[in-house]
């Protein structure tokens, strides 16, 4: 027995059973009848719409998450560029909630903030932490030594320095982080259905959809979609915000 | 949009879950039979713990050969780092669903599942590792009549250590972290007290939510002792 499946469904899909049924007749579709069928077609053209709400859901969770990970990663990174003693602490911390499953975080949480989106968004935006702050250490490490020499030749302040110097010249790596985190975020954020938040995970993790493939492929897919678009994305900028590779590049050419 | 739920009202903050890990408790559907208590988080976490265990290592088995091989030739770049960025985008809960659904539940399905998820990244680190080590190094082993095999093994491989133990560091989160939602594939792991509230409670629900935690930090640590044991001297003398 498998005593972990909903008694009764946590997700918003309806009653048990609710997608075995043809939305109009009532009628089992013929190839839901069969349960080794691996795609039902017509099932798919007629409950498309039930992943419109978890779709918008979980990008929602993603675009909070990421965002928050990326302000608290980056300003840690700022600290520990200012102050190294900070460097190993705050990599350890990260590390560690790095290391500790969604699942597991959303409901270590029950106690202090219930279950809801908020729950979601502070496990997955502390998941976020430990990749961006480790990409924009490794981008400021990398920047040379050369470069930061002549803007203090050239005057500059420390604090000028950093923000015209080494971190316009760190972009391509922080935001290599930023991919890494959009990208495994989306595909945990499936998991918040698990704190009740919604997302993509309410369409698999509920009685009728679990030992039904078609409901799982399309949310699964959906889910790869929605990360490959991230990713789409997060590289047009990287490549827009670093015009001097550009430049390189067509001067090498 | 399914509504927030408050905390249950008998809930009383952590205690009750710390209550539950150390001992039995009565549960209202189980027809009498008392659930929680020491005896039966540890064998829910050891099953977790052996099922994390063996998809590592059956992803080590796959991908480390893989991985050695492709960077020593050199080749098939896109695909041994494609694949790692592809596998970052697998959703964990779609995979174990769709495994259960299509394939059938128990520990096969279930370790080939989690070796899905811990493969891509540790091929692209071995890869990576493997085209990181200095060129000077493979010629001069082929200059003192190294084989090929040879090379890989004692030359290459030795040196890709700490790119390799990053990969499996990063699958082991991963594995670990989906093993808790295993009871959907029908093995029972810490994750059957977090999905389980109708059977644990509340309280229940929380003490996994614990145990499952130390446990992913325990995996955590012990790595990070297995690498600073396998990489070599020089390596780590160079890295101070």
Known sequence: ?253 | MTPALLPHPSFAGFAGAFEFIFSKQESSVTGGKKVGGIEQVLELAWTQIEVSLLALAVALLIAVPLGLWFGHKGAGELVAVGLGNAGRAIPELALIAFVAAIIGVGIVPLTGALAVLGIPPILTNTFVGIRQVDRAAVDAARGVGMTELEIMRKVELPLAVPSIMTGVRGASVNIVATATIAPLVGVLTLGDFILGENVYGVNGVVAGAIVTAILALLFEFALAGVQRRLTSKGLRLQAQ
């Not at chain 1, 965002?67 to 602490?89: E, M």
């Not at chain 1, 015209?164 to 982080?177: F, N, Q, R």
């Not at chain 1, 595909?187 to 309410?202: D, K, P, Q, S, Y």
């Not at chain 1, 369409?203 to 493939?213: C, G, V």
């Open chain 1, 1 to 253: 027995m498998i005593s972990g499946l909903p008694a009764t469904p946590l997700a918003a899909v309806g009653e048990v059973g609710e997608g075995f049924f043809h939305e109009r007749t009532g009628e089992t579709l013929p190839c839901q009848a069969r349960p080794s069928h691996l795609f039902c077609w017509d099932w798919a053209t007629e409950n498309i719409h039930r992943y419109g709400t978890p779709t918008v859901q979980q990008f929602e969770l993603v675009i909070i998450s990421v965002a928050i990970g990326f302000l608290v990663a980056f300003a840690f990174a700022l600290l520990a560029h200012r102050y190294h003693l900070l460097q190993w602490p705050l990599l350890a911390g990260t590390g560690l909630l790095f290391a500790i499953p969604s699942v597991a975080f959303f409901l270590l949480l029950l106690p202090v903030t219930g279950r809801g989106r908020e729950t979601a968004i502070i496990a997955l935006s502390a998941y976020t932490l430990q990749i961006i702050y480790r990409n924009v250490m490794s981008g400021l490490a990398n920047v040379p030594e050369s470069a930061k020499d002549a803007a203090r030749g050239m005057g500059l302040t420390e604090r000028q320095i950093l923000w015209k110097v080494e971190l316009p010249l760190a972009v391509p790596e922080i935001i290599g982080g930023l991919r890494i985190a959009t990208v495994s975020t989306v595909a945990i954020a499936t998991l918040a259905v698990f704190a009740h938040a919604g997302g993509l995970g309410t369409q698999i993790y509920s009685e009728a959809n679990l030992t039904f493939p078609t409901a799982i492929i399309i949310a699964g897919t959906i889910a790869i979609a929605m990360a490959l678009v991230f990713d789409v994305v997060l590289l047009t900028v990287q490549r827009f915000s670093t015009p001097w590779r550009r430049a390189e590049a067509e001067a090498t050419a």
